[in-house]
T-cell receptor
Framework: GQNIDQPTEMTATEGAIVQINCTYQ??????LFWYQQHAGEAPTFLSY??LDGLEEKGRFSSFLSRSKGYSYLLLKELQMKDSASYLC??????????WGAGTKLIIKP | GAVVSQHPSRVICKSGTSVKIECRSL??????MFWYRQFPKQSLMLMAT?????????EQGVEKDKFLINHASLTLSTLTVTSAHPEDSSFYIC????????????FGPGTRLTVL
């Protein structure tokens, strides 16, 4: 079966750095996405990785290792507004998104 | 970036009634639209994939006669929840991709359905 694993909840301090991990087992791979979802809102796109390595976009970076079936989202200089759920999703061989359950990130002052 | 709208954003209805949710791509033509359902504290669950001008492809366990999907144009898809019951109460989200690039789905803001 297809499976996406990520921690259920994480807590970090404002101004700090946090890394959210995601491991996956899917039938085929056409890229890995990270989305941010605030409570009661739809997800918003953060990043897309299809090749191994690190993609940096401002305070957010995303890393992918296809051989390990592993990705992480790195958030730097945390702000209170970063409190949200972060969803990892993998596009399989049929171009369908397989979603993780999301990681709820709590930022404390 | 591409914009997708959903209407209504929130709806409360009585058990047994039908509810229609619209999903529109505002500044691009969406060859494919996806309908998701999300229960509290759970991840997105794909319900169906719809391509313009053809029948939707439903995921296993999703009743096609209960969740009617119509993708009549390249900018509009509708989801009708027929004879809604309280267990259908959920957050329904649509997304769309242009077909030029399968790399990104653009999400609508979601519709909160509450069935009394």
């Amino acid at each position: 079966g297809q499976n996406i694993d990520q921690p259920t909840e994480m807590t970090a301090t404002e101004g700090a750095i946090v890394q959210i991990n995601c491991t996956y087992q899917t039938s085929g791979f056409n890229g890995l996405f990270w989305y941010q979802q605030h409570a009661g809102e739809a997800p918003t796109f953060l990043s897309y990785n299809v090749l191994d390595g690190l993609e940096e976009k401002g305070r957010f970076s995303s890393f992918l290792s296809r051989s390990k079936g592993y990705s992480y989202l790195l958030l730097k200089e945390l702000q209170m507004k970063d409190s949200a759920s972060y969803l990892c999703a993998v596009m399989d061989s049929n171009y369908q998104l397989i979603w993780g359950a999301g990681t709820k990130l709590i930022i404390k002052p | 970036g591409a914009v997708v709208s959903q209407h209504p954003s929130r709806v409360i209805c009585k058990s047994g009634t039908s509810v229609k949710i619209e999903c529109r791509s505002l500044d691009f033509q969406a060859t494919t639209m996806f309908w998701y359902r999300q229960f509290p504290k759970q991840s997105l669950m794909l319900m169906a994939t719809s391509n313009e001008g053809s029948k939707a492809t439903y995921e296993q366990g999703v009743e096609k006669d209960k969740f009617l999907i119509n993708h009549a144009s390249l900018t509009l898809s509708t989801l009708t929840v027929t004879s809604a019951h309280p267990e259908d109460s959920s957050f329904y989200i649509c997304s769309a991709c242009s077909g030029r690039d399968y790399n990104e789905q653009f999400f609508g803001p979601g519709t909160r359905l509450t069935v009394l």
